[in-house]
T-cell receptor, first 117, second 110 residues
Framework: ETGVTQTPRHLVMGMTNKKSLKCEQH?????MYWYKQSAKKPLELMFV???????ENNSVPSRFSPECPNSSHLFLHLHTLQPEDSALYLC????????????????FGPGTRLLVL | SQKIEQNSEALNIQEGKTATLTCNYT??????LQWYRQDPGRGPVFLLL?????KEKRKERLKVTFDTTLKQSLFHITASQPADSATYLC?????????FGTGTRLTVIP
């Protein structure tokens, strides 16, 4: 148990559906992250929040919309997704957002396996 | 941008042997490099961090080396066990975030 939980663990949705992924961390961390993991590809950073403020948007399509109401919770709202969006979506947290001179270990949740039909 | 390559997609070794996984990167040398373990259906779990001025780091049966001249890190698991079977990811610190390799799936055969 890493202290980061994600719900749901599995999700199947049609291209016209709207759904949300939820992440909660119980570690008292200030930074939270969304990653996408597809087969045979490295983890792709999607969004970063530090102290509830979005600090990174890695050119993610607008059909993915993050929300961070407080430092412990992070949501990813999904709307009109495409089949190529099917992947494992991982949430992570760290004490603070790392820098090149001060790395931060990230703690990951178990992920949400998303299938878009 | 940084490109990270992990030597092979999959590696099979016999129980009791030493597993050696490779992480190569291009472009700039990061100040820090991390290794994570990922089991099927789970998120990555942090294992070790090594700084650019450290040549070697150990933790129990794990050893990591960092050669900034070769732009390479090696990850060793000595006396490997079937429970060590997992995917191992290397990650480099970028401007403000971590950049991950694609991982090497290690299988330790009893």
């Amino acid at each position: 148990e890493t202290g980061v939980t994600q719900t749901p663990r599995h999700l199947v949705m049609g291209m016209t559906n709207k759904k949300s992924l939820k992440c909660e961390q119980h570690l008292g961390h200030n930074a939270m992250y969304w990653y996408k993991q597809s087969a045979k590809k490295p983890l792709e950073l999607m969004f970063v929040y530090n102290f509830k403020e979005q600090t990174e948007n890695n050119s993610v399509p607008s059909r993915f919309s993050p929300e961070c109401p407080n430092s412990s919770h992070l949501f990813l709202h999904l709307h009109t997704l495409q089949p190529e969006d099917s992947a494992l979506y991982l949430c992570a947290s760290s004490q603070d957002q790392g820098t090149s001179g001060s790395p931060e270990t990230q703690y990951f949740g178990p992920g949400t396996r998303l299938l878009v039909l | 941008s940084q490109k990270i390559e992990q030597n092979s997609e999959a590696l099979n070794i016999q129980e009791g042997k030493t597993a050696t996984l490779t992480c190569n990167y291009t472009n700039y040398s990061p100040a820090y490099l991390q290794w994570y373990r990922q089991d099927p259906g789970r998120g990555p779990v942090f294992l070790l961090l090594i700084r650019e001025n450290e040549k070697e780091k150990r933790k129990e049966r794990l050893k990591v080396t960092f050669d900034t001249t070769l732009k390479q890190s090696l990850f060793h698991i000595t006396a490997s066990q079937p429970a060590d079977s997992a995917t191992y990811l290397c990650a480099l610190t970028g401007a403000n975030n971590l950049f991950f390799g694609t991982g090497t799936r290690l299988t330790v055969i009893p």
